[in-house]
């Protein structure tokens, strides 16, 4: 009787995390650059012997890889990256990857998103443009160019992040081992004008949620009724009314 407890505690457990990775996806349905995270479960058996048990794992969490929707918005400086690949920022937390790409540029020529974190180059250094020099092409493999001439190129990296990661903001991540620049590979690159948007699908992870807040609630009341019998059982063995 209480292993079976034992084994709706970690089902529980599991179901709670994927409602938290869940409602974070759907609260960032309409983040740029955003990716979703995703949970990978698997069963643990239990080394009790003569024991055949087996328990719901805590889960694994990763990001989706699919890319989100192109928005055009003909801005200079809006950036979206092609392919399985990141923007890199300095930001408080440390160098942290984005694929929110729309960048601004400070009154002393320095390329910053948003919120004002600089952009990285390949070498991660801070990247410095004139806006006074001309309009700002840029090349698909990210170099930024003025008057038909390269002034600078926007750092493109590959991650790996089988090692675990933390969300940075909204939509950054700093990854456990450290990203490496992308140098030749044609299965990455960036777009000038585009910016990429969130690649959840808002109505699937809404349903998702709806079925496993369901799928909690259910083992809840069988975790209820079960200690309901381990309880009258007690008291009939034990003798007492």
Same mark, same amino acid.
């Given at each position: 009787?209480?292993?079976?407890?034992?084994?709706?505690?970690?089902?529980?457990?599991?179901?709670?995390? =994927?409602?938290?990775?869940?409602?974070? !996806?759907?609260? !960032?349905?309409?983040?740029?650059? *955003?990716?979703?995270?995703?949970?990978?479960? !698997?069963?643990?058996?239990?080394?009790?012997?003569?024991?055949?048990?087996? *328990?719901?794992?805590?889960?694994? &969490?990763?990001?989706?890889? =699919?890319?989100?929707?192109?928005?055009?918005?003909?801005?200079?400086?809006?950036?979206?990256?092609?392919? %399985?690949?990141? *923007?890199?920022?300095?930001?408080?937390?440390?160098?942290?990857?984005?694929?929110?790409?729309?960048?601004?540029?400070?009154?002393?020529?320095?390329? #910053?998103?948003?919120?004002?974190?600089?952009?990285?180059?390949?070498?991660?250094?801070?990247?410095?443009?004139?806006?006074?020099?001309?309009?700002?092409?840029?090349?698909? %493999?990210?170099?930024? $160019?003025? $008057?038909?001439?390269?002034?600078?190129?926007?750092?493109? *990296?590959?991650?790996?992040?089988?090692?675990?990661? #933390?969300?940075?903001?909204?939509?950054?991540?700093?990854?456990?081992?450290?990203?490496?620049?992308?140098?030749? =590979?044609?299965?990455?690159?960036?777009?000038?004008?585009?910016?990429?948007?969130?690649?959840?699908?808002?109505?699937?992870?809404?349903?998702?949620?709806?079925?496993?807040?369901?799928?909690?609630? !259910?083992?809840?009341?069988?975790? =209820?009724?079960? &200690?309901?019998?381990?309880?009258?059982?007690?008291?009939?063995?034990?003798?007492?009314?």
């Amino acid at each position: 009787m209480q292993t079976g407890l034992y084994v709706s505690l970690s089902s529980q457990i599991a179901l709670d995390r =994927r409602m938290a990775t869940l409602a974070d !996806n759907v609260a !960032n349905s309409t983040t740029v650059g *955003f990716r979703a995270t995703e949970v990978k479960f !698997n069963q643990v058996v239990s080394d009790q012997k003569n024991a055949d048990v087996a *328990f719901v794992s805590q889960g694994e &969490e990763f990001l989706s890889t =699919r890319n989100g929707g192109m928005t055009q918005t003909n801005g200079a400086l809006d950036f979206a990256i092609k392919g %399985d690949a990141w *923007f890199q920022v300095e930001t408080p937390a440390g160098a942290t990857l984005t694929r929110d790409g729309r960048f601004t540029l400070t009154e002393a020529g320095e390329l #910053v998103t948003l919120n004002g974190y600089p952009v990285l180059d390949a070498g991660g250094g801070p990247i410095q443009i004139d806006g006074n020099a001309g309009p700002i092409t840029l090349s698909a %493999d990210g170099q930024l $160019n003025q $008057n038909g001439r390269p002034v600078a190129a926007l750092g493109i *990296f590959e991650a790996d992040l089988s090692g675990g990661f #933390v969300r940075a903001g909204n939509s950054g991540i700093i990854p456990a081992r450290a990203p490496q620049p992308i140098l030749d =590979r044609v299965d990455a690159g960036v777009m000038q004008g585009y910016v990429e948007e969130s690649n959840v699908n808002a109505i699937g992870e809404m349903t998702q949620l709806i079925q496993v807040t369901r799928a909690f609630e !259910n083992i809840a009341a069988l975790m =209820r009724g079960s &200690e309901d019998s381990m309880n009258e059982a007690v008291r009939t063995l034990g003798g007492s009314k």
